[in-house]
């Protein structure tokens, strides 16, 4: 291939030497050889071809002032040195001429810098200016425009600024127009298509803006149209169809918006068609099959939605597809399939669903494919359904379990729905309709009343439970001394469901003064005896640590009601935090961090210190609190329950994706099983993404794995991360590392929480401002 190149470019030198000795003197000869050159962008071949007139006066006195703004630190021009004789003759680089006047002008890659003169002017038949590739700045005089005989300009990679000169357009002859890779500004003066001999037009790599205009994509000569990496807006003019030459439309790296005029599928000619990373919206037609000699079809980063048209697979000529970052859906046409000579696809980052046709699948990797959670059939670690059923975690899943469920469990669940339906009904006194309201309403505010006194005697936590004895036989358990509240006050709080699991249903009630407090209500059947109740419930009262949600309080009603009472935090739990929120509201970096190490710092306690197993821990159950750190709950709770439904809770948690595999036999959760959960938590943060997905049958650990076994670790990250990768990429990447061991298949390979902390904080330093003064009241280790 290259041979064959090089000898056709050997054979047009020979050529042109001949006909330069041999018709020497012969001007139209020598036009058409100007021209010969000028199309096909070589450099002057030979120097021997004068036509024996000297320079005029008025290109001589253009080149001196040329010469004088430019600045030629390599000394190039120091061979324009003599009185003009040898200008012609072939003595100064870089200068062609015919009958005394200068027609090319060829200085590429001599590291000029200075400005070009508006004397450019003198030289009124110049052909060809060539200087691309040098460090010349300043602005394109508007003369330039002005010179009848212009057919070529080549100033890519320079330094020009300022505007493009709407005069280029009153050059009759221009064909060529090469202002790339500069710093030029304002808009693409509609004029230039006023040259109705331009081909080839390339301006990219500036900082052009404005809309492309109507009557440069209306030129049907134009054959190259390049205006990639500007900043071009609007929308792309409505009859494209007249370009009816184009080869190569760039437009890509802009903001060019609105849909895809369906025009564009006339355009038969066109071999590469790209508008990346533009604001494109809507379909592509179908009638882009249309478009039989492309070869090149990028749509990358744009906002297409709808299907991939089925005609895509008659572009039988296409090597290159791309059209990754879209919103495009449904399945992948099979029809690509025929695409023999595809070597390039990428349709990674979409919305699109089904099984990959199993031609590509072989043809092309998972990156090809990755990023669209629905589909399926690219890596063995993609099974589709049929091939492979995976664990789906959606509502067959739940029917098969209902059906194993006991009449217990649905009496319960009956219960519960009744309940519900009760609450959303009548917006409630809960727990006073619950009971006979044996107490009237004067007696109860003196029963608070009582409460306040004590509280105000007091004046001070104290050292044990405060326990009140309700006149209606239940029995409250303070764990902080002062009494805040009374039972009373608690069972005709206006209650509001704000969740439900398998311990039961939790709400937030609002007490008579106004304050607000979370109150789990046991499901009965499944807690132990009172006995065993209370002496796990006195434990876990006890635990204070800012990273663990503090158990205030706890009532045992006299015909066995349990509720327990917690600090009401109002943002919710960190699964809502990270994935229910307004698509403009960024969480940083150093808060999911700040998160991480508080939720390791919690666990930490509870391991060490406390001695207890979370057993349960996933996002829904950390809280976010109002200086956005994490606060564990449901710690403990399993100690509650009686041995088979702590068994259920650990099945529950198997199913939301945060279960240690081992689990599934070993049944008892212990501190590996809890770091594994919390490994997917560290995950989930890192890649924004919610293990309760299914992606494309993997759970989230083993999804993050296949991705970063094939190297695209930076395809993980939540996007939103990626914008500061390059300050905190290390960050992201060392805590991708821990997360992955957290979440080791195997339990002896995990890091003990311990090390899980002592690693984070390597990581990132702690922070002081934002971990101290956020204790939920009362850290015991504090006192002591
Ligand atoms: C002009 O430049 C040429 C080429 O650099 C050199 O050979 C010649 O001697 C110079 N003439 C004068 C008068 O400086
Ligand atoms: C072009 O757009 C970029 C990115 O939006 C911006 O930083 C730059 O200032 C813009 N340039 C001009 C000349 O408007
Ligand atoms: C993704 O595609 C499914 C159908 O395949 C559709 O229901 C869903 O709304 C789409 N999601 C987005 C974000 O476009
Ligand atoms: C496709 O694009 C995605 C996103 O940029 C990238 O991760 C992946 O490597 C690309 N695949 C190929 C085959 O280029
Ligand atoms: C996938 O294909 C792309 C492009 O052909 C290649 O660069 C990349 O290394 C491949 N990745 C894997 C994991 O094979």
């Known amino acids: 291939m290259l041979n064959t190149t090089q000898k056709k470019k050997g054979k047009w030198k020979k050529q042109s030497q001949v006909s330069g000795i041999g018709f020497g003197l012969d001007y139209k000869k020598l036009v058409f050889l100007g021209q010969l050159l000028m199309v096909l962008c070589q450099q002057v071949t030979s120097e021997k071809e004068w036509d024996g007139v000297v320079i005029t006066q008025a290109d001589y006195q253009g080149l001196q002032a040329f010469k004088n703004e430019l600045i030629d630190p390599k000394g190039v021009l120091r061979s324009w040195n003599d009185s003009g004789f040898g200008a012609c003759s072939g003595g100064w680089a870089g200068i062609k001429c015919a009958q005394g006047q200068v027609i090319v002008i060829q200085l590429p890659w001599k590291g000029l810098g200075g400005r070009i003169t508006d004397k450019i002017i003198q030289f009124q038949a110049l052909r060809k200016l060539s200087l691309h590739d040098n460090l010349i700045s300043g602005s394109i005089p508007y003369s330039l425009g002005l010179l009848p005989n212009l057919r070529g300009v080549q100033l890519f990679n320079n330094r020009l ?54 009557e440069l994509t209306r030129s049907s000569r134009l054959t190259v149209l390049s205006l990639q990496y500007n900043n071009l807006s609007g929308i792309l003019p409505n009859d494209l169809g007249k370009l009816s030459n184009i080869k190569t439309l760039d437009l890509s ?49 744009n906002r297409l939605e709808g299907r991939i048209p089925l005609s895509i697979g008659n572009l039988s000529t296409l090597k290159q597809l791309d059209l990754s970052f879209n919103d495009f859906s449904g399945e992948i046409p099979t029809s690509l399939s025929n695409l023999l000579s595809l070597s390039f696809l990428n349709v990674s980052y979409n919305n699109l669903s089904g099984s990959v046709p199993n031609k590509l699948s072989q043809k092309f990797n998972s990156s090809s494919f990755i990023g669209n959670l629905q589909l399926c059939g690219f890596s063995p670690s993609s099974p589709c359904p049929s091939q492979a059923p995976s664990p789906s975690f959606g509502i067959q899943e739940e029917a098969k379990k209902s059906r194993k469920m006991s009449i217990k ?57 405060e326990v009140e004895t309700g006149e209606t036989g239940g029995k409250l358990v303070h764990f902080d001394g002062p009494m805040v509240f009374t039972a009373d006050d608690l069972l005709c709080a206006t209650a509001e469901i704000m969740g439900k699991s398998t311990y039961g249903t939790v709400y937030k009630a609002t007490l008579e003064d106004g304050s607000q407090v979370a109150v789990k209500r046991l499901r009965e059947k499944i807690t132990k005896g009172q006995k065993e109740f209370e002496a796990e419930v006195n434990v876990i009262g006890k635990i204070r640590h800012p990273n663990l949600l503090a158990l205030r309080a706890y009532y045992l009603g006299p015909k066995g009601e349990k509720l327990l009472v917690f600090d009401y935090i109002p943002n919710g739990s960190l699964a809502n935090f990270l994935h229910v929120r307004e698509s403009d509201i960024r969480v940083e970096w150093p808060t999911r961090m700040r998160m991480i190490q508080g939720m390791a710092r919690g666990l930490f306690h509870l391991h060490n210190n406390e001695n207890i197993i979370h057993g349960n821990l996933t996002s829904s159950n950390v809280l976010i609190d109002d200086n956005i750190s994490a606060k564990i709950s449901d710690y403990g709770l399993s100690r509650l329950m009686t041995a088979s439904a702590a068994a259920n809770v650990i099945a529950t948690a198997g199913a939301l994706g945060y279960r240690a595999p081992e689990l599934s ?66 960050e992201l990447l060392n805590t991708l590392k821990l997360g992955l061991h957290c979440v080791d298949p195997s339990p002896a390979s995990r890091p003990e929480v311990q090390q899980v902390l002592q690693q984070l904080e390597e990581i990132r330093p702690v922070d002081t401002a934002t971990t101290s003064g956020d204790d939920g009241g009362g850290d015991p280790s504090a006192s002591e």
Not at 185 to 191: E, F, K, L, N
Not at 262 to 283: A, M
Not at 436 to 452: I, M, P, W
Not at 684 to 691: A, N, Q, V
Request: charged share 15%; net charge neutral; with cysteine.
């Open 161 to 214: 600024s300022g505007p493009i000169p709407a005069s280029l357009g009153q050059c009759p002859l221009l064909q060529t127009l090469d202002l790339s890779h500069n710093f030029l500004t304002g808009t693409i003066p509609p004029s230039i298509a006023n040259s109705t001999k331009l081909y080839w037009v390339n301006l990219s790599y500036n900082s052009l803006q404005g809309p492309i205009p109507g």
């Open 665 to 730: 036999k070993l049944k008892k959760a212990n501190t590996k099983t809890d770091v594994y959960s919390l490994g997917v938590i560290i995950l989930e943060l890192l890649t924004g993404k919610s293990p309760g997905e299914a992606m494309n049958g993997v759970d989230l650990p083993q999804w993050v794995a296949s991705i970063v076994k094939e190297e695209w670790t930076n395809e993980v990250f939540d996007l939103e991360l990626m914008k500061d990768a390059s300050t905190i990429g290390d």
């Open 253 to 301: 790296h802009n903001f060019i918006k609105g849909s895809l005029p369906s025009s564009i599928s006339s355009l038969s000619t066109l071999n590469t068609l790209n508008l990346e990373s533009n604001k494109f919206v809507g379909n592509l037609p179908e009638s882009i099959g249309n478009l039989h000699n492309l070869s090149m079809l990028s749509l990358r980063r």
């Open 409 to 465: 469990d649905i009496i319960l669940i009956t219960a519960g729905i009744l309940l519900v339906v009760m609450l959303i009904l009548c917006c409630i006194l809960l727990f006073c309709l619950i009971r006979k309201r044996a107490v009237s309403r004067k007696e109860k505010e003196g029963t608070a009343a009582t409460g306040r006194a004590i509280q105000a005697e007091k004046g001070g936590p104290s050292g044990g439970p």
